[in-house]
């Protein structure tokens, strides 16, 4: 049974920072592609970053990039996202995924966690 746990989430003040987790089970980590997600309340999914099995390769949304850093341990089966300079626009639940590529469509990824809330006040 494939299993995607996201930790991390929490209640900052802007400009605050987070790590996000995901734990993965079930499946043979090194071999996948994983993403990170967002949705925002009455919005629909967002990619954020993607990262692909080695690593080596990342891509992240505009509305992201400088601020947040996806990163992986295949020999801890985690993915992280690293957020810094947060804003109240990041507000959402974050989702991670994984799948074959590392790609910007959610429709390509395979496994969900159940996400984990972050709220960013003013």
């Known amino acids: 049974q494939v299993q995607l746990v996201e930790s991390g989430g929490g209640s900052v003040q802007a400009g605050a920072s987070l790590r996000l987790s995901c734990a993965v089970s079930?499946?043979?980590?090194?071999?996948?592609?994983m993403g990170w997600f967002r949705q925002a309340a009455g919005k629909g999914r967002d990619i954020l970053a993607a990262i692909s099995w080695s690593g080596g390769d990342t891509s992240y949304a505009n509305s992201v990039k400088g601020r947040f850093t996806i990163s992986r341990d295949n020999a801890k089966n985690t993915v992280y996202l690293q957020m810094n300079s947060l804003k109240p626009e990041d507000t959402a639940v974050y989702y991670c995924a994984s799948g074959k590529f590392a790609s910007v469509v959610a429709g390509t990824y395979d496994y969900w966690g159940q996400g984990t809330q972050v709220t960013v006040s003013s």
């Open positions: 079930g499946l043979t980590f090194r071999n996948y592609a």
